[in-house]
Every structure is written in structure tokens, then in C-alpha cells.
């Protein structure tokens, strides 16, 4: 008899591992126009960007530039399609979700595409677009699609002779600009809570990063989802960007970013219609490693996240404190491992490590790790661009590293590991929690007792036990502080999506029975 | 019989026909479950079930993933099943494409989403604590569904029940075990793993209480007459304590004001009590009409009954098939019988057809009065009975003098009318100015004896859960 799966009916299963998957070749980038309605525009000014391959520094296309003028066709187009008694906000609920799940099967069927286009634009390893990116892009889609019908209100019991009630309504039309470090990820976790509540949505894609966000326009449209639903408007933050967030004919606004311009979008939200404001902005995210831990799962939790996308994550694990007895193992095994890091082109399935995204932020990281060197910093690996290569940075370890220094408070967004030795909990607590920012942060030890009080005292919107970066769509994520406003994911997003109706309906006096 | 994704012959060696209702001719035979299949499916679902199996290790998110597929299939398969369920139970086919499969795609749809969403809690507790709850499998959860809605019914329990994931033993109707089994095959296709789900055709009496007094299984879940639901309720109290909830008989009322929208009124009470040939829990077999219309209803009832088409089920036009069994067929004659004896007036219909096959007429009374057998009884058949009322007062209180309490209607174009009768009837769905209008979206039971807890919507889910606390000293507690 077959036993919980092992066996079925007598036949054992083959175990050999699947292929990587290969990049695709893409000879022609089919989608570089202004999405909305459903429909290709070219730019009302006429404009077109360029989008760069980082890795190679060579352009891939030429994008339209969507302005003032295009963000106001698409916000009509967004309005129309919202409007009561149109066919997005007559549409079942379950026909929602059933359309959200259609996208995630068409972004399932454009994985290699997707994940290959993302990789040129982006300058990340392919295998990581398609293992990471592309399956959280679909599995968030296919959350959502799961929560379309059941957005419930309540009845509840007021005083009096009253019927009361409320209605979880759509907000209406939702801005959102999304950042270049997770292009299609973001703009899944955008447009999946902001569908699935029945908004519809302006959204802008980073200006180095436009292509996959257009890609999915078409499938978008593929799907069924109506004309006017889902509007895709690539251009600049200072143009296209603040276009939106002071629109009188938005709703709300989301936004993922830097901490900088989170603060002027949240002050034109204001200025405007105070339109409804979520924001993601940046981190300093602290690492505690005690001594109890698992020492080796610890340094290795602790690279991935200070290394991964090159650095480029808003939970970037760029502070990790390590208790006094282990701190010098700890610097070892970390300069040890970071030896096993691959940097190549990131088409290669070796390559664990690409570029940074443009020349501004590479500049930006060298001038960071050069004030590391300045204050005193020991550097202990990297520190340096790779010679001949472009945008490539090599990936850098600090130790003995003081609080005061840059590198220790302000978000260097690159490939930098920041160590620095702590004594008791009491002391590493408060100086972890000693920053504006609390995105996320990560406690390593094997006690049950230090894991519950540690994560409990951490100021910040995700605590990590013993992993880094174990995100999921169904788990909320947002940042206390400045890090943010809000939250995304899970259940939480859709209170960030839905504007709350309360009905009350009086009850004639003659009829109390 | 469908166990560990494997096809079993009974251990018995026994086997049952099942017929085709609107011919009364034998469809085929199935193998019969009893109480020694009950013990290896018990076995084989609780090996499923076991800590760090493929089902309890896998993903919230991957069972949802496998209930879609499931949909999917249904899907693909669903004129097929359509076909067969209309054969097996005498349904006419495009109810039974439209309504059945419809209904039966999405519930599996709806279930799925919730998959990856069952939420426990955290609890700021008293003291020097950390406290969180886990909603949990319960286990082993038997199932018993009815004939009138097969493959509906099927997947109103399997849906929350793996969604949240638990093991089932599902025993279908021994009038139409057939389509039960197809999604046997479709569950293994889905890729579900071994003995999540099990599929035992048999009787009530044999495999069905076997089901209910074992001492394996955590839960029973019961969908058919009060009568029988008070015998598994009393069978799990004495064998192990296992949960029950059970969806039982009614005798819903329906409430006619006169200033409601006539014609939509007349149209939705004949088919409140009419569809699935009179063969719903929900069938609205009390219709109270206020004087002033009344007999203007009546009049415009019996004219729509009489328009009613009874034939074969995949003619197209029919909008009437047979009863289940002969059985049922005979059950709904006597009553008719008992309302013409008790002084009921026999507006049209009454009897069989002269044809091969379980059909009655479609049966229209009026001036029926409360006390009378088909004024209190559930009769499950084509028999539709119209009161006449004064006052609201009055027709709310007739409308609760019963020990059901499944579903009610209420037609009026009066908002105070409305909001009123529907808080003060005692019913688990109140429908306002429409009908039998079920999704499953929305929780489903009864009151009184029509039922204990409810099924669908996020409310079923509760049902499928056991909620364990876990609580953790730790030092520092700060709110």
C-alpha cells in the first residue's frame, strides 16, 4: 500500500534534478510604449529614454517617457474604468481573482522571458530573476487572486433601533512607483492588493528599470482584464513620479523607495487631495549574532542578506553585531565564505554576483567605503571596483567598525558588510534600535528565551530568527520609523487598499416587535 | 472504493446497483462499503495525516495550489459530469451543467484561496508571556452527503476540509455514488497525496455508521435528514467525542407581502420549492402570502405549475426530472395523499405520470392550514403549500413555529419590511426579495433542528480547525 507519497502505486520516483533554466535569446524588446486602456501610446511630448544593460553598459532600447501630460490620460483612463457600473466594479469578485490568477499563469508561461529581460535590466544573475523574482512575482499574484472574495465588512451591534453594517470598498485610482532593484516583484506586491480590492491602477516603473513592468502590460491585457484597469507609465521620479503623487484625480499613492523621496511624496500627498499614502523606504537593517547561535548558519544568513541583488535591498543586512566571544571566528568564516562569491555575467549560471545598477549609485557605494576607510574602518575583504568591469564592485567586508562612522548609519544600497563586536543584550538592543530607520532586522541564537525577548524589543517591521530575507506573500512586511508607512503583504495590505463604508439604516419605530 | 489514490474492491466482497431515476433502469453496479473498508480508509487517512507525512509538511500555499488544479479538472471534465450526475440522480442536465458543476468549480476555487489565510493569533496575555494560537487540522474527518446535490455537496466538504488540511473519508449517497467517484480519479490526477482523500460508496446503516461511532476518525460532517443527523450526533457523543456538524431538513418559509414585486415573487416562490424536483433543504414548502394577494397568487402559481415541463432529464426543455428512488417517490405520494385527507385544496397535479421512471407532478395546495402533515413535514418533493396571512406579527411567528430553521424569504419592496422579518426570523439564510440564492462565499446552516454550525464562507473554515494555544514564558514582556 502507498505510503504518504513516498512510493506511488510501486513506482519509484525518478530523482534526478530538473535543468537550470536558460536565459532566452530576445531578439526584438517588443513592449517600450506608455500602457493605458489596454493600448500602446508614444508619449504626448514626444520623448523617448534610454534603458541600459549594466552589466555590459550597452543600451537595450529606447523606452517612450511618460510625463504630466500622459499621467493625466492615464489617470482618465484609470477613473473611467473605476467608475460605478463599469465593468470593473461589476465584475464578481471571484471573476477578480479569477483574472489575477490568469496573469500569474501568464507570467508562469513568460518565466525564462521574464526572468531574462529583468537580468539584462537589471544586471541580476539570471537564475536569481527566475528562482526568486519571478516566483515571488507569481506567488503573490496568485495570493491575492485567493483574497478577491473574501474582503468582508461587518455587521455590528449599535444602540437603538439600527441596522449597521460596513462595506470594504475599492480606494479608487492608486498611484504606485516602484524602485529598480526588484522591478516585476514590485510591481506585483503593487498591483495584487490594489487589484484584488477592485482599485485600479497608474503605475510607474523605474526609470532604469522599465521593461518587465511593460512585458506585463501585454499579458495584463492577455488576460482580460479590462481597458483602463491596469495603466503602466515608465518615466522619471521628478516628471512622471511627482505628476502622481500630486494628482487631485488620485486616491492613493504608494510608493517604494528611498527614505528622501518617500518624505516628498508623502508631503505632496498632502499638499494636493491628501490622497491615502503607503510607503517602503530604506533600512539599516541590524544582524544580532550571540554566541549561542549557529555560528556557520549565522554568517551564511548574514552575507545573503548584506550581499544579495549586490546589496541592492531595502532589508539589506548592512550592520551585523556579533557577541564579543565569537566576533573574530565570526570575521573569519565571513571573509572565508565571501571568497566562494562568483562574479560574472549574470547570464551565467555561476554568477552569484552582477553589477550595481547605474554609474550614480556605484559612485555613490565607493564613496561610502572610501569614508569607511577614512574613519578607521578595518577593511578585511573587497573595498574596490572590479578593474575593467564596468559597474561591478567587489564585495566588501568592514570589521571593527565604531557607530558613529557613515557606513554604520547611513544605507549604502551596495555590496557592504558592516561587522562590529557587543557585549551584553541589554547594550546591542538599544543599538540596533539607535537608527531612524526599522525595516527589518535578524536575531541568531539557539534560546528559546533570548529569540522571544530580542525580537519582541527590535524596532522594526520584520525580525528575522535564524534566517534573513524569508519573505512571503502571505506574512505582512513594512517599516517602523522612517522606514516606512504601512504595510504590504498578507492580509494587512488589503486594509492599505480598501476604504471603509459604514451603512446605517434606521429602523421605523411603528415596526419594533 | 477509493482509498490511498488506489481502486479497492470491498472487503466483503459485496456489491450495489445504482439506478437511473428517470428510467428506473440499472446503471451499474458499485462496490459496497462497510465497516472493515471504513477501517483501512481510517488507516490509510490517519497515515496521511501523521506528523511529517507529505500532506502535513507541505505548503499552505501548495494545498491551495492542488485544490485549483482539482477546479481545473472539474472544469475540463465538467460535461462529463453533468451527464453522469443527471443520469444518477434524475437532475435535468442543464441545471446540472449550470448549477451543479458551477457551484461545484468554484466552492473548490474559493477554498483553495483560503489554503495559505487561516490565520491564528497573537495575544497580549497577562504575565510575564508570549502567546500565540495555531488553527490546526483536526484529522481523520468523515463525510456523509446526500443524493439531491452529489457532486455540489462533495465539494461543500472536501474544500474546507483539505483546504485546511485535514484527511477525509467521504461516503456519497448509495442512490449516486457516481460522480463521488470520478473525482476520485481526478483527486490522484490533481496530485494529491495518498489517503488525503478517501471515497467509500455504501449504506447509512453499514459504512455510514461505522463513520460516525469510530474511534479513528476526529470528526464527522453530515449533510441529510434530521431524523438520521440525531443518530450521528448520538453515535459520535458515545463512541470518541469526534466533532460533529450536520446540515438537516427544513421547511422554510416564504413571505409574500402584498406590495412586492408580483410577478418576481410568483416566479421565485415556484421555483423556491420546484427546483431539483422538490429535492432541497432548502425548498421553500411554506408559502405565506398576505391577504390581499393571495388569491391572485394562487391562481398565478397553479398556472405556473402547470406550465412546468416533467420529462427526461436531457431533454433540454424539461425543467422537471424524477425523484431519487422510488422510495422518495412513494415518501412524497402519501403526504400529497395526507394533505388531501387533512382538507388542503388540491389546485393541480397530485400523483405520478403513467410513464417509466419516479416522477410526481408538480403539486400545488392552497388553503393550507398549519396543522397539517404538509404544513409541518418536510416533504422533499414537487409539492408546493400556500398560506394566507394577515399581520407581520402574525406570519413571523407561524413562520417560526417549527423545529427547523434553515432558510426563509422575505419579498417586499419596504426596506422597514425587509430589515424587520429578516432579523426576527429563525433561520441561518434569510433571502430578501430572491431565492435558493447560494454562494460560496457566504456561510450556510441552520437554526433549531435544521443544523449545527455552518458551511462556507470564511465561517467554515472554523469548522475544519482545532485551535491550539501555545504560550511561552519569556523575560522583558512590553506591550
Avoid at chain 2, 467525542?241 to 416562490?269: C, H, W
Amino acid at each position: 500500500m502507498a505510503q504518504n507519497g513516498t512510493i506511488e502505486n510501486g513506482v519509484t520516483r525518478n530523482t534526478s534534478p530538473p535543468p537550470l533554466p536558460q536565459p532566452v535569446k530576445i531578439p526584438e524588446i517588443k513592449h517600450t510604449k506608455i500602457f493605458i486602456n489596454n493600448e500602446w501610446h508614444t508619449s504626448i511630448k514626444g520623448k523617448k529614454f534610454p534603458t541600459i544593460n549594466p552589466a555590459t553598459g550597452v543600451k537595450i532600447c529606447d523606452v517612450e517617457e511618460a510625463d504630466k501630460a500622459d499621467v493625466d490620460e492615464a489617470v482618465k483612463a484609470a477613473r473611467a474604468a473605476g467608475q460605478r457600473g463599469s465593468e470593473w466594479r461589476r465584475m464578481d469578485t471571484s471573476s477578480r481573482g479569477r483574472l489575477l490568477h490568469r496573469l500569474a499563469d501568464l507570467l508562469e508561461r513568460e518565466r525564462a522571458v521574464l526572468a531574462t529581460l529583468e537580468s539584462m535590466d537589471t544586471g541580476k544573475p539570471f537564475l536569481h530573476a527566475f528562482f526568486v523574482d519571478l516566483d515571488g512575482s507569481i506567488k503573490t499574484l496568485r495570493y491575492y487572486a485567493g483574497w478577491t472574495d473574501k474582503i468582508h465588512g461587518k455587521t455590528m451591534p449599535v444602540d437603538e433601533n439600527f441596522v449597521c453594517f460596513t462595506k470594504h470598498e475599492p480606494v479608487g485610482v492608486c498611484g504606485a512607483i516602484i524602485p529598480w532593484n526588484f522591478p516585476l516583484l514590485m510591481f506585483s506586491w503593487k498591483i495584487a492588493p490594489a487589484l484584488a480590492c477592485g482599485n485600479t491602477v497608474v503605475i510607474k516603473p523605474a526609470e532604469q528599470t522599465p521593461l518587465t513592468a511593460l512585458h506585463v502590460g501585454a499579458l495584463i491585457k492577455e488576460a482580460g482584464f479590462p481597458p483602463g484597469v491596469v495603466n503602466i507609465v515608465p518615466g522619471f521620479g521628478s516628471t512622471a513620479g511627482a505628476a502622481i503623487a500630486s494628482h487631485m484625480n488620485i486616491d492613493k499613492v504608494a510608493f517604494t523607495g528611498s527614505t528622501e523621496v518617500g518624505q516628498l511624496i508623502k508631503a505632496e500627498a498632502a499638499k494636493s487631495n491628501l490622497k491615502r499614502v503607503t510607503l517602503e523606504l530604506g533600512g539599516k537593517n541590524p544582524c544580532i549574532v550571540f554566541a549561542d547561535s549557529d555560528l556557520q548558519s549565522a554568517v551564511e544568513e548574514t552575507q545573503k542578506g548584506a550581499f544579495f541583488n549586490q546589496g541592492q535591498a531595502c532589508t539589506a543586512a548592512s550592520r551585523v553585531y556579533v557577541e564579543e566571544q565569537v566576533y573574530d571566528e565570526f570575521v573569519r568564516l565571513s571573509v572565508e565564505r565571501a571568497k566562494n562569491i562568483v562574479i560574472g555575467d549574470p547570464m551565467e549560471p555561476q554568477t552569484s554576483h552582477g553589477p550595481q545598477i547605474d554609474q550614480h549609485q556605484f559612485d555613490k557605494i565607493l564613496a561610502l567605503v572610501d569614508s569607511g576607510k577614512r574613519d578607521g574602518a578595518k577593511l578585511e575583504c573587497g573595498g574596490c571596483a572590479v578593474e575593467d568591469r564596468g559597474l561591478f564592485i567587489h564585495p566588501t567586508i568592514f570589521s571593527d567598525i565604531k557607530d558613529h562612522m557613515r557606513i554604520a548609519k547611513e544605507e549604502i544600497f551596495g555590496p557592504v558588510q558592516c561587522i562590529m563586536k557587543f557585549k551584553t543584550q541589554e547594550e546591542v538592543i538599544d543599538r540596533a534600535n539607535s537608527s531612524q530607520y526599522g525595516l527589518t532586522a535578524a536575531v541568531f541564537t539557539c534560546n528559546i528565551d533570548r529569540a522571544l525577548s530580542v525580537s519582541a524589543a527590535l524596532e522594526a517591521g520584520t525580525v528575522w530568527v535564524n534566517c534573513y530575507n524569508a519573505l512571503h506573500a502571505q506574512a505582512p512586511f513594512g517599516g517602523y520609523k522612517m522606514s516606512g508607512n504601512g504595510r504590504e503583504l498578507g492580509e494587512y495590505a488589503l486594509a492599505e487598499y480598501t476604504e471603509v463604508k459604514a451603512i446605517t439604516i434606521r429602523l421605523s419605530e411603528q415596526l419594533k416587535l | 472504493i477509493f482509498i490511498n489514490n488506489e481502486w479497492h474492491d470491498s472487503v466483503s466482497g459485496k456489491v450495489f446497483t445504482t439506478y437511473n431515476p428517470a428510467t428506473g433502469e440499472k446503471i451499474c453496479d458499485v462496490q459496497e462499503a462497510d465497516k472493515a473498508d471504513v477501517d483501512k480508509a481510517v488507516q490509510a487517512a490517519r497515515s496521511a495525516f501523521s506528523l511529517g507525512s507529505v500532506w502535513r509538511k507541505m505548503d499552505a500555499s501548495e494545498r491551495g495550489r492542488l485544490l485549483f488544479k482539482l477546479a481545473d479538472l472539474v472544469e475540463r471534465d465538467s460535461a462529463y459530469l453533468a451527464t453522469l450526475e443527471s443520469l444518477d440522480s434524475g437532475k435535468p442536465f442543464l441545471p446540472s451543467f449550470f448549477v451543479d458543476l458551477q457551484g461545484t468549480i468554484k466552492t473548490f476555487r474559493y477554498f483553495a484561496g483560503w489554503a495559505d489565510k487561516i490565520h491564528g493569533s497573537t495575544i497580549p496575555t497577562d504575565g510575564e508571556y508570549f502567546t500565540l494560537t495555531r488553527h490546526e487540522p483536526i484529522g481523520v474527518c468523515g463525510q456523509i452527503v446526500p443524493w439531491n446535490f452529489p457532486l455540489v455537496m462533495t465539494a461543500w466538504k472536501l474544500g474546507p476540509a483539505l483546504s485546511c488540511g485535514n484527511t477525509v473519508i467521504l461516503k456519497p449517497a448509495e442512490q449516486t455514488p457516481l460522480t463521488c467517484l470520478y473525482i476520485g480519479a481526478l483527486i490522484k490526477e490533481a496530485g494529491f497525496p495518498p489517503g488525503v482523500v478517501n471515497i467509500l460508496p455504501g449504506y447509512g446503516p453499514t459504512a455510514g455508521a461505522a463513520i460516525a461511532s469510530h474511534m479513528g476518525i476526529d470528526k464527522v460532517a453530515f449533510t441529510g435528514s434530521t431524523e438520521v443527523g440525531k443518530l450521528i450526533q448520538e453515535a459520535a457523543g458515545k463512541s470518541n467525542l469526534k466533532r460533529v456538524t450536520l446540515e438537516l431538513g427544513g421547511k422554510s418559509p416564504n413571505i409574500i407581502f402584498a406590495d412586492a414585486d408580483f410577478e418576481l415573487a410568483v416566479e421565485q416562490a415556484h421555483q423556491g420549492v420546484f427546483f431539483n424536483n422538490g429535492q432541497c433543504c432548502t425548498a421553500g414548502s411554506r408559502i405565506f402570502v398576505e391577504e390581499p394577494i393571495y388569491d391572485e397568487f394562487v391562481r398565478r402559481s397553479v398556472e405556473r405549475a402547470r406550465r412546468r415541463t416533467l420529462g427526461n432529464p436531457f431533454d433540454p426543455t424539461t425543467e422537471q426530472g424524477p425523484q431519487v428512488s422510488v422510495e422518495q417517490q412513494r415518501r412524497v405520494l402519501e403526504m400529497i395523499q395526507s394533505g388531501i385527507t387533512e382538507g388542503a385544496k388540491l389546485e393541480c397535479g397530485g400523483k405520478a405520470p403513467p410513464s417509466k421512471g419516479f416522477f410526481v407532478e408538480p403539486t400545488v395546495f392552497s388553503d393550507v392550514q398549519d396543522h397539517m402533515r404538509i404544513a409541518k413535514e418536510e416533504i422533499f418533493g414537487p409539492v408546493q403549500q400556500i398560506m394566507k396571512f394577515k399581520t407581520i406579527e402574525e406570519v413571523i411567528e407561524r413562520a417560526n413555529d417549527t423545529e427547523y430553521g434553515l432558510a426563509a424569504a422575505v419579498f417586499t419592496r419596504d426596506l422597514n419590511k425587509a430589515m424587520t422579518v429578516s432579523a426576527a426570523v429563525q433561520a441561518g439564510t434569510v433571502w430578501i426579495n430572491c431565492y435558493n440564492a447560494l454562494t460560496c462565499q457566504c456561510p450556510f446552516g441552520g437554526f433549531k433542528m435544521s443544523g449545527n454550525g455552518r458551511e462556507l464562507g470564511e465561517i467554515g473554515l472554523k469548522e475544519y480547525t482545532e485551535v491550539k494555544t501555545i504560550t511561552m514564558k519569556m523575560s522583558g514582556k512590553n506591550s
